[in-house]
Structure formats: structure tokens, C-alpha cells
């Protein structure tokens, strides 16, 4: 078995092997030889690994010393009281008994680790333990009637609470015992002369029998005053014949107080010598040198806490508050740290007072023992309903919060501790949103992001400005641990709360957690969610919240900065970009630095660039052919003004197309009444015609004159209407007396189709006066005569009435026709490919016969 390879006597293994019995403990090193009669052990209790200390008695080789063993195991058997050794179990043998008690340390091996500590500590724990040994020792003599006849350094030992203990109890004896050793075989304790009173020294042992029981043992307690306070100069003068009283130079290290009382124990006298009992009630009167021990009175005030009252226990309180800090370690975290764990579970005013004392003594506990020691009886206390316990938990939640587990956050705090959000007291509200951020870390997902999270919208809305401001701090804090899909949803809308806050300082919170939890929004959320919603935040009335707005903004605006300088200048080709005007294409990529250039640069490129690329599109498409002109209208008038209404224009079919592939802005094509004697560069027929030059505008119009003449004729520079000219430009009189002498026309007003507003795109909102254009009556035109074949009559523009409401004036045809006017050509946007190919060849086969019957109509004319 593992335990016997620990073992450090033969006789243990002996023992085992021969018996066969099984030990209630593992033994383990060992610590120490106690004048040869024992040995002491650490060893650890089997069934629920206590630790625990092992007294070894090996009598296989002086069987003289077995009745002292057995005297030992009776008697602590027997005597129970706090400061004597706890006995827990025993295994016997014929050669071997082993005493199983609570784990000490033997006296001897401490006092020397005390020799660097300080005057003052020292002598406060020399005193403390004194006490300790003068109370079991008057038990002894005064309950018991007995004598312990082995007071010595060697039968003092340490708890692991600090406390001294009394053992050595191998003669402890009656004087009415029939089986008492003390009077026959004291002498068989080694070094027992050394310890004994005068009268022993003088008569033996046995005389004993016939003193005081209180006698013996009071002087072996003077020599152990001394052994303590002045380790190096033991035994003292006065232990030898003919036994002179202490010189007051013999004092060393004992303190004055305590020095009288030396010196009475001492007294060569047994029947004038002072008793333990009597050393006890003295140094325990006013002021002496027990009372004002604070070690002394800390003890007794903590055996006595649950029956003090409230005044007593604050003033116990206030005590250790003051000098805990210098206690023996192992006194504050194993004999005050339980006893105040154990009053916290009475309550009461003093229970915010002991938790903080509680968590300060923690401090040195170590790792191993922190769990049990600490976080157990800490973690029950959040069930607690006491406001002062619940306060001062989260006050001193930091101590402690580390040591935590999600286990125990999760499970046992986080369900008593977000009662305190919806607590009527403010103060413990804004305590529990403090102290989540310390936890947060260690709850599950389903509390942190959606039951916590329910908490902290509530906390939002709190009457107290401060626990907004905290909340939204708190929230900020949180926001890197967040869900994704909970980082959408909850942040922009929590932190914008904070901004349209009354409180200046939660606004700037606000604007903080914005800022701090830069790194949860994607760009494209930071651009329409975050800047737009913090936006307002820049013309606050408080230049706190200014000064913080345009911080913000900066980083956010720097991020994204950062962000586009990735991207490529243009997501898709531009299938017209082969079309468009360097020039133009130069002046849109130019940025413009302030207001009034902003707003040319949007009436002027914008508009001039539609109409470029207008006309580009329409010079790769055919043109829509006119309607049939009257036979009888003189050839110089100009047309009807019913053909070259806006409320008859069509788009045309292939830029539509193109349009609606495009991502720029573009406009419907306005198709252009075929006139072989003058060009159709008719600003009206243009969208921004206002912007567009003369030299590009009749540059256009030529171009798309000398591809409907190509188109119809694959002529290249002939005349199709002939070489003569129509009319004669030098004979005005006869020519407009046609036009003179025929009707006026009748203005015809054109009543805008009624639809519903519906969205316009881009292409179509922008007519030449920027917004839109409306479907109006042309004004009447007055003729002009021509001077060459390159000018022609130009329509008005009417003023539109609604940019926004009148997106259909463009496909919507007048509703009021001249009664003049021919039949409006079938549109080819609806035809197959085969049926344009076959509209667009009888159109021609009809310009041609049209242009046969005016040639020969001419002709007539001349001859007669």
C-alpha cells in the first residue's frame, strides 16, 4: 500500500503487517521526536482527507514505557476542552499505540521562527498563547483535581488556527487514581528535573501524592513563562538550589507585567505559590496583562459574538478593523477568518461590516484554500434580502471576482444579483450595474445577451441621471463581447438614447461608447447607421458634447477614409464611357471646395454631361421618321407645331436599354423631326439645352442629319430633295405669301395626363430647369426666314409646374390633336426585329415617293 512507503517507523509497518489492520489515516513525513518518547507525524484522515497529526509510541524496545503511552491515549481519551489537544481516533498494538489528533506543530520549531518577527507582535502572541495554556492547565487542576506533571515547551503545541494546545499528557494523573503513573514513573520522562518543582527535586516524585494538585504544575508554568520569553536563558538561576528569587536583570524580554507574576509562580514554597488558576484571574483582571491583549480579547469577543450585544460587537469589529493587519497569519485566516464567516450567518446591522473584513483577511488565504475559506460562504450571502450584506458584496466585488467561476457567476449569483436592478433603493441599482462589468465575462450567452440586456434597457430609462450615464458606459464596456446579430441590433439604438439624454454627462457617454466600440459596426453600418444617428450630437448646446461629437466623427470619419482608399474608383465598366467627353469626364472628377461652386458645378457638369451623352446614344441608333407631311403646305412653312410637342415625343428604344444598364445619369432620347432643308439641333428637344454650346449643339445636329441622309440614301454628300433649292431666298414676298394667306393656327392647350405620384429615377427628374419637366401647350412660333440649310425653328420650353409629381409628362402624349394633324406613327419599341427591319423599309420607299411627288409638283409649277 502506498502509505506504508511514507512511513518513518519500522514499528508502524510492523504493527500493520502482523495485525492486519487498516489505519484511519495515510501518514505522512515526519515532524519531530518528542524526548524519545514519541514521534510526531503529519499524516492525512482517510475518509475525507483532513489533515491531521499522528503521535507515534514505539515501546517494542522499552516496554517501561508502554504504561506511559496508555496513560497518554486515556487521558485524551478522557479530558475535552478547546485548548487541549482534540483527539480523533487511536490504533493499538502490543508494542505500538498511534494517536490520531487535529494537525499541530510542536512549540519548539515555532518559538525559533519568531525570534525575526517584531518586539511588540512577539510579545502580544507569547501573552495570547500563555493565556491558551493557563486556562487548559486550571481545567486540569481545578476541574479534573490533576495534575499534569510534564509542563514543559516540548508539551505545547500549535494548531493550525495558531492556537497553542496542551498535550503531553503521558503522566497525567489523580491523586485518588489507583493507576496513577505521575507518582511512580515521572522520573522516566527524560530531562524531568529540569521541569520540576523543589519539592520533587528534594523528595521525588512521590510527594506529589500528598500536595496540592495545582502545586507542581504552577511552577512548571513560571519556567515556561521564561523558556518563551527568553529561549536562551532556560532554565533561570532560581530553578537551582537554594532557589533565590528573580533578580529583576533576569526580566530579558518579559514584560513588566508580567514579571511580578513570574516571580510568585516560582516560590519555592508550594502552599505561597501562585496557582494557574490564580495567574489566570489576574492577568485577566482590568487593564492587566491578558485583558489588554488584543489577541486575547479578539478571541473571546468572537466566542462570544452570537450572545453580544450590537454595541460589543462593533466595538469587536472595529478591533480587528484596526489591527488585523497584524495578527499571526495562520491566527487571522484560521481562527478569526471561520468565526466571522460563521456570524455572518446571523446578520444583522454588523453583517456589512464583517463582509469587508471577511474579503481583507481572504487576501493572504492561500489559492488551494481560497474556494472553501472564501467564495462558498461569499456566494450564499447574495440570497440574503439585507441591503448592508448586498452592498457591501458588490462594493468589494473586485477582491474577489477573479477568483469566481462561470460556473458559480452564472448559476448562484447572476440569479439573486439582478434582483438589485429593479431595487427601490438607487443606490443599490447603481451598485449592481457597476458590478456587472466584472462578470460579465464569465456568464453564459443566453444571459449576457439577451436577460442581461433587458436589465440594462430598463436601467436606461432611470429616473437617477447617473445610472443612465453608468449604464450606457456599462454597455459600451460589454459591446466587444456581444453577439454579432445582438451588436446590430442593441448598440446604435442604446447609444443614441444616451445622446438625446438631459444629462450632459450621459450624452457624453454616448458619444464615448460610440467610440469605444468602433470595432462592432462594419462600414457600411458605420456610414448609414452610426454617423447619420450621431450626426445631431455636433450642434449640441454644450460644448462638452460638441468638442466630444467632432471627435467622434474624426475617428469615424477616419476609418472610413482608410476603408474606400481599398476600393476601386468604379464598381462596374461603364459600357458609354467610350462615348463621353474627356473634357466633361475631367470637370466631374474635380472636387469642389465650397458652397457656391458645389452649386455650379451641379448645374453646370451634371446637365451639359446628360446631354453629351444623349447625343452619343443617339448617334449610334435610326431615327424615328415623321409624320406624313400635307401635300398642300407650302414646303417652306415651318412644321406643325403639333409634331415637335414634348407630349409626342417617344424614348428611344435602344437607350432606353442603355439607360437602364447604366448607372449614370441619362434621359429618354427625343426623336427629331426629319428636315432635309434645315437641321434638327433644336435646343427645346434637349434636356439642360441651356447648358449645352452652340458649336457642340450644332455640331450634333449636322452629325445626325448626315446619318439620316447616309441611312436613306447611302449618300455621302448629295442633296436627296435635289440640287435646286426649295425656296428662293431672295424671293420672300412669294414665298411666305403661302404661308401669309393660310390659317393661323389655333394655340392648342395640352392637358398633362393625371397619374399617381410614383418614384422618378435619376434619369428623369432633371429637365432643363434642374428638377423636371411637365407636359405644357407649345407657344405659337413665328416663321422665320431661312438663311441656310442649317438653321431651323427652335420650341420654347414652358415652365414646369411639379419637377417631382409630372416624372410621366415624358411617355404620357397629348391628349388634344389638331385636327390636321396625320396619324401618330406606329412605335417600334414593341416590333420584333424582323417588323423594325420592315417598318424602317417602307418609311424609306415612302420619303422617296413623297420627295418624287414634290420634285414633280415643282416641276409643274415652273412650266406654268
Known amino acids: 500500500m502506498d502509505y506504508l512507503r511514507n512511513l518513518g517507523s519500522a514499528a508502524v509497518s510492523t504493527l500493520v503487517q502482523k495485525s492486519g489492520l487498516n489505519l484511519p489515516f495515510s501518514l505522512g513525513p515526519k515532524v519531530a521526536s518528542l524526548d524519545g518518547i514519541c514521534s510526531l507525524y503529519d499524516a492525512t484522515k482517510r475518509d475525507d482527507s483532513t489533515l491531521v497529526s499522528v503521535f507515534e509510541y514505539d515501546f517494542s524496545q522499552r516496554r517501561d514505557l508502554a504504561p506511559l503511552a496508555k496513560n497518554s491515549l486515556r487521558k485524551l481519551r478522557t479530558i475535552r476542552h478547546p485548548d487541549v489537544l482534540k483527539f480523533m481516533d487511536a490504533v493499538e498494538s502490543d508494542t505500538t499505540i498511534l494517536i490520531m489528533t487535529e494537525r499541530v506543530r510542536p512549540l519548539d520549531t515555532v518559538l525559533q521562527a519568531w525570534t525575526s518577527k517584531g518586539v511588540q507582535e512577539k510579545e502580544d502572541w507569547i501573552i495570547w498563547g500563555l493565556h491558551r495554556i493557563s ?88 519556567l515556561l513563562v521564561n523558556a518563551t520569553f527568553n529561549p536562551d536563558h532556560h532554565p533561570p538561576a532560581t530553578a537551582s538550589p537554594p532557589h533565590p528569587p528573580p533578580a529583576a536583570v533576569s526580566r530579558g524580554n518579559m514584560p513588566n507585567a508580567v514579571f511580578p507574576m513570574y516571580k510568585k509562580l516560582l516560590n519555592p514554597n508550594p502552599k505561597g505559590r501562585l496557582t494557574a488558576k490564580g495567574f489566570l484571574e489576574i492577568g485577566m483582571s482590568d487593564s492587566s496583562f491578558f485583558a489588554s491583549n488584543r489577541l486575547v480579547k479578539v478571541c473571546s469577543g468572537l466566542d462570544n459574538f452570537a450572545l453580544a450585544s450590537e454595541s460589543e460587537k462593533l466595538i469587536l469589529l472595529r478591533t480587528l478593523h484596526d489591527s488585523v493587519d497584524s495578527f499571526p497569519s495562520e491566527f487571522a485566516t484560521d481562527r478569526v477568518l471561520p468565526s466571522l464567516v460563521s456570524a455572518l450567518e446571523y446578520g444583522g446591522a454588523s453583517a456589512a461590516t464583517i463582509v469587508p473584513l471577511v474579503l481583507r483577511i481572504g487576501t493572504n488565504v492561500s489559492d488551494d484554500k481560497y474556494e472553501s475559506a472564501i467564495i462558498t460562504p461569499v456566494v450564499k450571502l447574495f440570497a440574503s434580502p439585507d441591503r448592508g450584506i448586498r452592498m457591501a458584496l458588490l462594493d468589494h466585488l473586485p477582491e474577489y471576482a477573479d477568483k469566481l467561476d462561470k460556473k458559480t457567476v452564472d448559476g448562484k449569483i447572476f440569479p439573486h444579483l439582478q434582483t438589485g436592478f429593479s431595487d427601490t433603493v438607487a443606490v443599490i441599482r447603481e451598485a449592481t450595474v457597476k458590478s456587472i462589468s466584472l462578470i460579465a465575462p464569465k456568464l453564459s450567452d443566453r444571459n449576457l445577451n439577451n436577460d442581461l440586456l433587458r436589465f440594462l434597457a430598463k436601467m436606461q430609462q432611470d429616473p437617477e441621471a447617473s445610472i443612465r450615464t453608468n449604464t450606457c458606459i456599462l454597455i459600451g464596456r460589454l459591446g466587444p463581447t456581444l ?53 445631431f450630437a455636433l450642434v449640441d448646446k454644450e460644448k462638452l458634447v460638441r468638442d466630444q461629437a467632432f471627435k467622434t466623427m474624426e475617428l469615424f470619419i477616419k476609418k472610413l477614409e482608410n476603408y474606400v482608399a481599398t476600393l476601386p474608383e468604379t464598381a462596374t465598366p461603364n459600357p458609354l464611357d467610350q462615348f463621353s467627353d474627356p473634357v466633361a469626364a475631367a470637370s466631374q472628377g474635380t472636387l469642389v471646395t465650397s458652397a457656391a461652386g458645389a452649386a455650379g458645378a451641379l448645374a453646370g457638369w451634371a446637365m451639359s454631361s446628360i446631354g453629351k451623352r444623349l447625343a452619343a446614344s443617339d448617334m449610334q441608333t435610326t431615327m424615328a421618321p415623321s409624320t406624313a407631311t400635307s401635300l398642300d403646305r407650302p414646303t417652306s412653312a415651318p412644321p406643325p407645331a403639333e409634331d415637335t410637342r414634348i407630349g409626342n415625343l417617344r424614348p428611344s428604344p435602344l437607350l432606353t436599354s442603355i439607360s437602364a444598364a447604366n448607372s449614370t445619369v441619362t434621359s429618354p432620347a427625343l426623336p427629331i423631326r426629319p428636315s432635309f432643308q434645315s437641321s434638327s439641333k433644336t435646343k427645346g428637344m434637349q434636356l439642360g439645352a441651356s447648358k449645352v454650346p452652340s458649336s457642340i449643339a450644332a455640331a450634333l445636329a449636322e452629325t445626325l442629319a448626315d446619318e439620316v441622309s447616309i441611312e436613306d440614301h447611302g449618300l455621302e454628300a448629295s442633296n436627296p430633295w435635289g440640287d435646286d433649292d426649295l425656296m428662293d431666298v431672295n424671293a420672300d414676298e412669294g414665298d411666305w405669301s403661302a404661308f401669309e394667306s393660310a390659317p393661323a393656327p389655333v394655340p392648342v392647350t395640352v392637358t398633362p395626363a393625371v397619374v399617381a405620384p410614383k418614384p422618378v429615377s435619376a434619369s428623369t427628374r432633371f429637365g432643363s430647369n434642374g428638377f423636371g419637366s411637365a407636359t ?42 389638331r385636327s390636321t394633324s396625320p396619324a401618330t406613327p406606329i412605335p417600334t419599341s414593341t416590333m420584333t426585329k424582323e417588323e423594325k427591319a420592315a417598318e424602317m423599309a417602307r418609311r424609306k420607299e415612302e420619303r422617296k415617293q413623297r420627295i418624287a411627288m414634290l420634285k414633280e409638283q415643282k416641276k409643274h409649277a415652273t412650266q406654268s
Not at 136 to 143: E, G, V
Not at 149 to 166: C, D, H, N, P
Not at 513 to 531: G, P, R, S, Y
Not at 787 to 799: H, L, Q, R, V, W
Open 135 to 222: 486556562v487548559a492547565l486550571a481545567f486540569i487542576n481545578d476541574s479534573c483535581a490533576s495534575t499534569h506533571g510534564a509542563i514543559r515547551t516540548k508539551a505545547v503545541f500549535l494548531s493550525l488556527t495558531g492556537e497553542w494546545k496542551l498535550g503531553g499528557f503521558e503522566v497525567l494523573s489523580n491523586p485518588n487514581d489507583d493507576a496513577a503513573v505521575l507518582y511512580s514513573l515521572g522520573s522516566l520522562l527524560p530531562d524531568n528535573m529540569s521541569w520540576a518543582p523543589p519539592e520533587v527535586k528534594k523528595g521525588g516524585w512521590s510527594t506529589l501524592k500528598q500536595e496540592n494538585p495545582p502545586a507542581a504544575d504552577a511552577y512548571a508554568l513560571g
Open 776 to 817: 405644357s401647350a407649345p407657344k405659337s412660333r413665328t416663321p422665320v426666314p431661312s438663311m441656310s440649310n442649317k438653321t431651323s425653328s427652335t420650341i420654347s420650353p414652358s415652365s414646369s409646374t411639379n419637377g417631382w409629381d409630372q416624372g410621366d409628362a415624358w411617355d404620357t402624349p397629348s391628349t388634344a390633336q
Open 483 to 535: 453577439g454579432y446579430n445582438t451588436k446590430k441590433k442593441v448598440l446604435v439604438p442604446a447609444f443614441l438614447r444616451a445622446l438625446k439624454d438631459p444629462f450632459v454627462h450621459a450624452r457624453v457617454a454616448g458619444l464615448m461608447a460610440f467610440m469605444a466600440t468602433i470595432d462592432c459596426f462594419d462600414v457600411e453600418d458605420l456610414a448609414t447607421k452610426v454617423i447619420p444617428n450621431m450626426s
